[in-house]
Each structure stands twice: as structure tokens, then as C-alpha cells.
């Protein structure tokens, strides 16, 4: 009998069993491999891996799993999709590269993640539409990347989320307001949006977005001023919270942030996270 790997789940109430006595689904942390036995020590009730460079290499020909990635444990979310030379809102671009892709990546995904895993699509350098392409041609390509990305996950049990990026990371897609936007002028469904508080303080978008729009947020990334750890600086973490939960949003928080010293800083963050919440 084959025995099928431990899932986020069952790792989450293993390692800390306080987790499910959270007001949300938990607190987790955006890590490569390495750090992932650090972040469960320093009390993460999940790891977010990053899937350029830690989950899926290149050798230049083709996409794999890397081959020290630990797949025995599935994940329920991934963040960092797309590499930054696949040139997604450039309709002068070869379709079938991103096409390539999907089909090397999702499945290998697929096939360490738990059913319905998110997987964040941000890749701000990746859909930054370039010097001199048509900006209305350029939202439609990338809405045409957004649908194919969509259904790749699909096929395989996964689940995008579509993340606003504040502007020194991309031109395209900015706000909460203009990707729900965007996702709806193009009729595109079954693809919630990131609630990232670093990039609505960057951009200056309020808080009541947030709330009026949850029912369309279907994952949230956290840090504090100048993306430190939760706790070590003056934004405004509460009310983010209280805007999530008062918008319907009820699923976990990621932590996404700059660490000098990981363990003790992101058990310090975690700590406040869940005291404030």
C-alpha cells in the first residue's frame, strides 16, 4: 500500500496545534525549500514555496523539478509563477513559449500541492508591458495569458490568484480596484484576486477597497512599513485584518517580507499577527 504524502493540513496541526483556533485559516510564510523546516520551527502554520528557481529549473531547453525539492509534503499555496523573460503582455511575443511553459510547470505543481492549491500570479517583470507596444493590445494578450494560465491550473486541481503589484514592479494591474476591473472587463471568472498590503500602501489604495471587495479576494500577503517583518513597523496590520474578515475573507495569511535573521523575526511576526487577530 502506497501512503500518499503528508498534505499542509495534516503538517499544520502536527506542528502547531494551536493553529486551528485562529480566527483565520492560519499564517504562513513565502520561503524557498530551504527554509521551510525553519519556518514550521519558528511556528508557521504553512509554507508558500516560490516556484522559479526552487520548485521547477530550467537547463534552457525545458522546465523541471528541482531535483532537491522535497515533494512529500503537498503545499496549498505557491507564489513567484512566471520567470521574468517569458514576456507576457507583448502580443509580439511567441504564444506558444507561455504555452510551453504551462504545460511543463502546472503539472509538476500539481503534482506536490494539495487539491485546489493557489498559485499567486504576480511575475511583475513578466507582464510589464513593454516600451512601445500598444497598451490596449497589450491588456488583451494578457488577458488571453490570464485565461490559458487559468485552465492550465485547472486541468491539473490548482487555482490562480491574480496579485496587483504596486507600480515600481509593473505598469500593468496596480490596484485591487483596477484588477477586479480588468478581470471583469474581460469576462474573466473563476480567478479571485491577492489582498497584499505592501502594495496598498504603495499605492495608496484604502482599506475600504478592500473590504468592499471581498468577496473577490481569494488569498492575502502581509509585511509591515518597508516590507520588515509584521511588528516592526507603523502600518496599519489591524485594520488590514478587520477589512478582510468584515469583506467575507476567512482564508489564511502569508507572510511576505525582508528578513535579517528569519527564525526569531518571523516568530516574532507570527506572534503578532495572531495577537492582533
Same mark, same amino acid.
Given at each position: 500500500?502506497?501512503?500518499?504524502?503528508?498534505?499542509?493540513?495534516?503538517?499544520?496541526?502536527?506542528?502547531?496545534?494551536?493553529?486551528?483556533?485562529?480566527?483565520?485559516?492560519?499564517?504562513?510564510?513565502? %520561503?524557498?525549500?530551504?527554509?521551510?523546516?525553519?519556518? *514550521?520551527? =519558528? &511556528?508557521?502554520?504553512?509554507?508558500? !514555496? @516560490?516556484? +522559479?528557481?526552487?520548485?521547477?529549473?530550467?537547463?534552457?531547453?525545458?522546465?523541471?523539478?528541482?531535483?532537491?525539492?522535497?515533494?512529500?509534503?503537498?503545499?496549498?499555496?505557491?507564489?513567484?509563477?512566471?520567470?521574468?523573460?517569458?514576456?507576457?503582455?507583448?502580443?509580439?511575443?511567441?504564444?506558444?513559449?507561455?504555452?510551453?511553459?504551462?504545460?511543463?510547470?502546472?503539472?509538476?505543481?500539481?503534482? %506536490?500541492?494539495?487539491?485546489?492549491?493557489?498559485?499567486? *500570479?504576480? =511575475? &511583475?517583470?513578466?507582464?510589464?508591458? !513593454? @516600451?512601445? +507596444?500598444?497598451?490596449?493590445?497589450?491588456?488583451?494578450?494578457?488577458?488571453?495569458?490570464?485565461?490559458?494560465?487559468?485552465?492550465?491550473?485547472?486541468?491539473?486541481?490548482?487555482?490562480?490568484?491574480?496579485?496587483?503589484?504596486?507600480?515600481?514592479?509593473?505598469?500593468?494591474?496596480?490596484?485591487?480596484?483596477?484588477?477586479?476591473?480588468?478581470?471583469?472587463?474581460?469576462?474573466?471568472?473563476?480567478?479571485? %484576486?491577492?489582498?497584499?498590503?505592501?502594495?496598498?500602501?504603495?499605492?495608496?489604495?484604502?482599506?475600504?477597497?478592500?473590504?468592499?471587495?471581498?468577496?473577490?479576494?481569494?488569498?492575502?500577503?502581509?509585511?509591515?512599513?518597508?516590507?520588515?517583518?509584521?511588528?516592526?513597523?507603523?502600518?496599519?496590520?489591524?485594520?488590514?485584518?478587520?477589512?478582510?474578515?468584515?469583506?467575507?475573507?476567512?482564508?489564511?495569511?502569508?507572510?511576505?517580507?525582508?528578513?535579517?535573521?528569519?527564525?526569531?523575526?518571523?516568530?516574532?511576526?507570527?506572534?503578532?499577527?495572531?495577537?492582533?487577530?
Amino acid at each position: 500500500m502506497t501512503i500518499p504524502p503528508t498534505t499542509e493540513r495534516n503538517r499544520m496541526s502536527d506542528t502547531n496545534p494551536t493553529a486551528q483556533r485562529h480566527p483565520l485559516t492560519g499564517y504562513g510564510v513565502i %520561503v524557498p525549500s530551504e527554509r521551510i523546516p525553519d519556518a *514550521f520551527a =519558528s &511556528g508557521a502554520d504553512y509554507a508558500e !514555496p @516560490t516556484i +522559479v528557481g526552487n520548485l521547477v529549473v530550467t537547463d534552457g531547453a525545458g522546465w523541471t523539478r528541482h531535483p532537491d525539492y522535497d515533494a512529500s509534503v503537498r503545499r496549498g499555496s505557491f507564489a513567484i509563477l512566471f520567470p521574468g523573460d517569458l514576456s507576457l503582455a507583448d502580443p509580439g511575443f511567441p504564444a506558444e513559449r507561455v504555452t510551453a511553459y504551462l504545460d511543463a510547470v502546472m503539472p509538476i505543481i500539481g503534482s %506536490v500541492s494539495e487539491p485546489g492549491a493557489k498559485i499567486v *500570479f504576480g =511575475s &511583475g517583470t513578466a507582464r510589464t508591458v !513593454p @516600451t512601445g +507596444v500598444d497598451v490596449t493590445a497589450a491588456r488583451a494578450r494578457f488577458a488571453e495569458v490570464v485565461v490559458e494560465t487559468r485552465d492550465a491550473a485547472e486541468r491539473n486541481g490548482l487555482q490562480i490568484v491574480l496579485e496587483p503589484l504596486n507600480r515600481d514592479e509593473t505598469n500593468l494591474l496596480n490596484s485591487l480596484e483596477e484588477t477586479v476591473a480588468f478581470l471583469d472587463e474581460f469576462g474573466i471568472d473563476r480567478v479571485p %484576486v491577492v489582498a497584499d498590503l505592501f502594495h496598498i500602501m504603495l499605492e495608496e489604495e484604502p482599506l475600504a477597497v478592500v473590504q468592499a471587495l471581498g468577496a473577490r479576494i481569494g488569498h492575502a500577503h502581509i509585511a509591515d512599513a518597508g516590507r520588515r517583518p509584521p511588528g516592526q513597523g507603523d502600518w496599519p496590520l489591524t485594520e488590514f485584518i478587520t477589512a478582510l474578515r468584515d469583506g467575507g475573507y476567512n482564508g489564511p495569511i502569508t507572510v511576505e517580507c525582508l528578513f535579517e535573521d528569519f527564525e526569531p523575526e518571523l516568530e516574532a511576526a507570527l506572534a503578532h499577527l495572531r495577537q492582533l487577530a
